[in-house]
């Protein structure tokens, strides 16, 4: 009885999850840009130059350009690179679109202690940190994966807690 009732809960929790990432979908380059700049910013960890490195997706990589220059944080966004893995010199951001990227460069990410960024509900839940994304109702919703925050060393401004869905 306590076996069928564990895995009833098992079953119940994983459908949660999935009808949660099947109501939200990734945001569209331009949101996911202006939003990574605003929300980035709460990460407490950024300041200086910051360098964004993206994997996995130009339209992103060309919006966030439009930001090189502006205060970001408690710094300035001095570069935006791309890549299709792991980035040659460690960024200050990995913004993630490929997700069959993901495993590599979380993994690069935990070890050199660089925030991950994606707009992909999927991504967030298989590891990345930050999540900007669409929900059902077209607005836009600000993911937090607090496992893989602790893990990335990430020292939020406790503010983020207001304007984001955390994750564990």
Known sequence: MKKN???ISLFA???LLFATALAQKPA???VAAALTVKIAGFNKNLTGDIT???VGNDDIASELKKAVGKPLGGGTLKSVTTGSGAPSSKPSIIFISNAGAVGA???YSRANKVLTVTNDPGIVSDGATLGV???DDGKPKILLNLTSSVEEGVDWNPAIMKVAQTIK
Do not use: D, H, M, S
């Open 5 to 7: 009732v564990t895995l």
């Open 13 to 15: 929790f994983v459908a």
């Open 28 to 30: 569209p380059a331009n």
């Open 52 to 54: 964004i490195y993206v």
């Open 105 to 107: 460069i979380t993994k």
């Open 133 to 135: 994304v669409v929900g």
